[in-house]
């Protein structure tokens, strides 16, 4: 309880700023939807140098990726070693990275700086709209009517009544909230309901799942949009572009519990995030060079595609009906083709021709032993078990 408070007193200047702003943009549009999404701009538009500076320092790590492991190979310790040269090796490692992130002018942590400034954000956002519909409950009705509190809200026994936080009385938009009973009505969607708000009927409901179903839409855009500008990213951590799949997802729980207007702080976020991307990859010099860079030592790294395992085989029923060829022994590719190799480059060796094949010894009488029968060397030629004459 006491570090809520303490966390409360920090935030409380944050929640009149938001409050403010929100203010500000309803007395010009009365709208809430449209007064928050123009708080999310001006947020926006605030943190995006941040931004930018880590979405450089995120283009400079994957370019120092092959340096960063040739430094931990070289400081891998085999087992058995004992405790004390583990640390030693393990500070040097350190002492070495470090030295690399300097001289490159790269911080390691800058890459997640947007992604953790949303929470501060969205807890401030949520603090703000909570506080605007504000109850205040008294112990009689008689208490209620002797503080000034109005109106008294209907279904409380008289002891209840909306009391806005962080803005000023006289405001236009303290004035509506009063008016409204607390709702902030905003093309017929009240921006402090949530899907979890009880006596909500379907109908009511439906525009507020409409909104977590727009969010999480244009969160796959985004993420879809990075890994299309930044293939190197997405090649050299597929478990990072898996786990990114998922997080929309792990949001939708989030969105679900929140009020409708917090919802439209991150459907504009999302928005401005696709727009300020687009941006950066067209026109940020240090983005354009790092990102050329970056592409370029992908192509000009090969890759040998396997013609022989599980993951060549035709997955489907139908496929492999329609390509026998693919359905032979090993599951390489079909008879008469020659293995798959990716990339350009000159030099390359396809897999087939990299393995050594097994010399098989001539069979003398022209393959057949003595009496016309097959001999022993080429049944074992054939990976056959030679059959014993009948007596």
Known sequence: MLFASSIGEIAHPFFIVFAWLIERFYS???????????LTLVVMIAVFPITRKATRSMMKMQLLAPELKKIQTRYKTPPGTPVAEKQEARQHLNEEMMALYRENNVSPTGGCLPMLLQLPIFWILYG????????????????????????????????????????????????????AHGKLMAFGINMADSVRTGGLTWAEKAPLIGLILVAIVLQYVQIKQMSGRNAAAAAANPQMQQMQKVMPVIFAVIYIAIPAGVNVYFIVSSI??????????????????????????????????PTQGREQRPKGFFERLLNPGALQAGGGAPQGQPPAVR??????????AARPQTAVRPVPHGGRGPGGSPGRSQARARGKRPRKPRT
């Open 28 to 38: 010009l549009i009365p709208n809430y939807a449209v007064a928050i999404a123009l």
């Open 272 to 305: 401005f995030r696709i727009g300020q991307q687009e941006y950066m990859y067209r026109r940020d010099p240090h983005i354009r060079e790092s990102l050329s860079r970056l592409n370029a030592r992908t192509k000009a790294t090969p890759t040998v595609i």
């Open 128 to 179: 703000t709209i909570r506080g605007l519909i504000h109850l205040k409950t008294f112990a009689s009705a008689k208490a209620a009517l002797a503080s000034g509190c109005r109106p008294i809200l209907p279904g409380t026994s008289g002891k209840s009544c909306i009391q806005p936080l962080y803005i000023n009385h006289s405001s236009s938009l303290y004035t509506a909230v009063i008016h």
């Open 343 to 352: 990339g350009n480059n000159e030099g390359e060796v396809p897999l087939a």
